[in-house]
């Protein structure tokens, strides 16, 4: 290469999306930069996302069921100790393990590292601002944004990153809160909300919508409005939120709603503000190249994750669609593969989507509700944990899987978990719909006995009416 300033392709953002994008690209032989302006890569999944929370989750599970639910199996555990410190030290060591193992992985694919923010300029340009404020400028024949989304806040509330703060805080509290105040009931509030609840905090989770989970499978939604106020999770439904603020000394929030016309308040020692979370567009100069964005801030994109700028395409969080790591990731993949002239292709149906709470949520393709709005006729099965030999072993019998398939062709059209390692069940299910399955081809594939996935199995046959085990 003549010029070191010149790319093939420059990745704007290190996150899921952007990282597994650079390294597909120097895999197809593009020689290839990747911009992030933070000190680590990896994005908000690796460092304040996914990973952590995910961390968390697991240690504070670990922490509850030694409590709470060891004595059962015959295991008596005496003076159970929290030591938070700890416990955070270790997330944040995963952390720093998994961001380190993406600065290895850019060494070996040889895609080069550009540290600052960076800004579009036109004509294939993309100025980079070092923290210290220096700046350089690269060229690339492709651009691909992968700036990924931020949380978002209320009006009336101003986050001070510390007691009213995101999600970002929230995985880093020093203490636990005698009292967490959460806005929202969506998938960060139910996950961090757990985790605290767990450790031994009350929670109070304030939710705008009538009900919890209103996206999910109705089925799902009923098991699990049944267990998460079993877990010290206390919900006030129906609230819009209307302001928070601090009081003199610092250390208490209060938050107030409105219900019914009435004004109501809770108070806490601290907020965390989970109401959902907008595309990243701030200083990327989207407007000196004339990126056109749609109502929500998300730049908008073809079939082929094209922006209406030439060579410029978008993926990911700052793009329509589901805001998840796994989506931003395959985005990546085939927007790459297309700009090197291969076929890149997302089949949206099969994107499996997992909330981790325990126990764990997943589902992937359709809704009953979605189904029978679109007039699609289906039969469905569904099986309890219940019933399920593994299921009890583990003494986690709480769930069901649920699996919807056309009423004329048997091809699966959704399948819905809430249940014990949900995440990992759910697999099989989105590798189903990706090959067109029937439920009759995963109620005849022989599943391992006896393990949780035979609930899939078994929920396959109830399909036909046929289930063994019940
Ligand atoms: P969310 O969209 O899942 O939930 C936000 C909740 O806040 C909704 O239930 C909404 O009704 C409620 N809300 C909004 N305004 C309100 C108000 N004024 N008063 C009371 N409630 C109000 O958003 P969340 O949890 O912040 O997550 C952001 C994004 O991050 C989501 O797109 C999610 O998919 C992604 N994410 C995914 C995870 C996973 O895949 N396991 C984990 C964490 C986040």
Redesign the pocket.
């Known amino acids: 290469m003549s010029n070191d300033n010149a790319f093939d392709l420059i990745v704007i953002g290190s996150g899921p999306g952007g990282y597994i994008a650079a390294i597909r690209g120097a895999q197809l032989g593009l020689n290839v930069a990747c911009v992030e302006k933070d000190k680590t890569l990896g994005g908000t999944c690796l460092n304040v ?2 990973i952590p ?1 995910k961390a968390l989750l697991d240690s504070s599970e670990h922490y509850d069921y030694t409590k709470n639910h060891l004595a059962q199996h015959g295991v008596k555990v005496a003076g159970v100790e929290l030591d938070l410190p700890a416990m955070l030290g270790r997330k944040d060591k995963i952390v720093k393990q998994l961001t380190g193992g993406i600065a290895y992985l850019f060494r070996k694919h040889k895609v080069t590292r550009l540290s600052g923010l960076g800004t579009l300029l036109g004509d294939g340009k993309v100025e980079v601002t070092a923290d210290d404020g220096s700046k350089q400028t690269v060229s690339g024949k492709h651009i691909l944004i992968a700036t990924g989304s931020s ?1 978002i806040s ?1 009006p009336g509330i101003t986050l001070d990153g510390d007691r009213i703060g995101t999600s970002t805080e929230a995985l880093s509290y020093p203490e636990v809160p005698k009292h967490l105040v959460v ?7 139910l ?1 961090l909300g757990s985790v605290w609840a767990r450790l031994g905090a009350k929670v109070t989770i ?4 009538p009900k919890l989970l209103p996206m999910l499978d109705a089925d799902l939604s009923k098991v699990a409005a049944k267990l998460f106020p079993r877990q010290g999770l206390d919900f006030e439904f129906g ?3 209307t302001g928070a603020t601090l009081n003199e000394a610092g250390d208490e929030v209060t938050v107030t ?1 409105e219900r019914d016309g009435e004004t109501h308040e809770v108070k806490g020692d601290r907020l965390l503000v ?4 907008r595309p990243n567009t701030q200083g990327l100069g989207a407007d000196t190249v004339g990126l056109k964005t749609d109502r929500r801030g998300a730049i908008e994109i073809d079939d082929h994750f094209r922006t209406n700028v030439p060579g410029i395409y978008a993926i990911g969080d700052v793009v329509r669609g ?3 790591a796994h989506k931003a990731e395959d985005e990546g993949v085939a927007a790459v593969e297309l700009i090197a002239g291969q076929p890149g292709h997302i089949n949206y149906d099969a994107i499996p ?4 709470t325990h126990p764990e949520i997943a589902s992937v393709g359709k809704t009953e509700a979605e189904l029978k709005d679109a007039g699609i006729p289906y039969n469905k099965g569904s099986f309890p944990f219940a019933a399920n030999g593994r299921a009890k072993a583990l003494a986690q019998t709480d769930g069901l899987v649920k699996i919807l398939a056309h009423a004329e062709t048997d091809r699966i059209l959704g399948v819905h978990i809430i249940g014990p390692r949900a995440s990992d069940v759910i697999a099989e299910a989105a590798v189903a719909i990706e090959f067109s399955a029937c439920a009759e081809d995963l109620a005849r594939s022989v599943h391992g006995h006896p393990t949780l996935s035979e609930v899939v199995k078994q929920a396959a046959l109830a399909v036909a009416g046929r289930a063994t085990q019940m």
Not at 183 to 189: P, S, W
Not at 274 to 277: I, M, N, T
Not at 353 to 356: L, M, R, W
């Open positions: 996302g996914c929370s949380p209320l806005i929202g009931a969506g998938v960060i509030g996950e304030v939710e705008y919508m609230a819009k939120v709603f989970a109401v959902g979370r589901p805001m998840l989507n997992v909330i981790y």
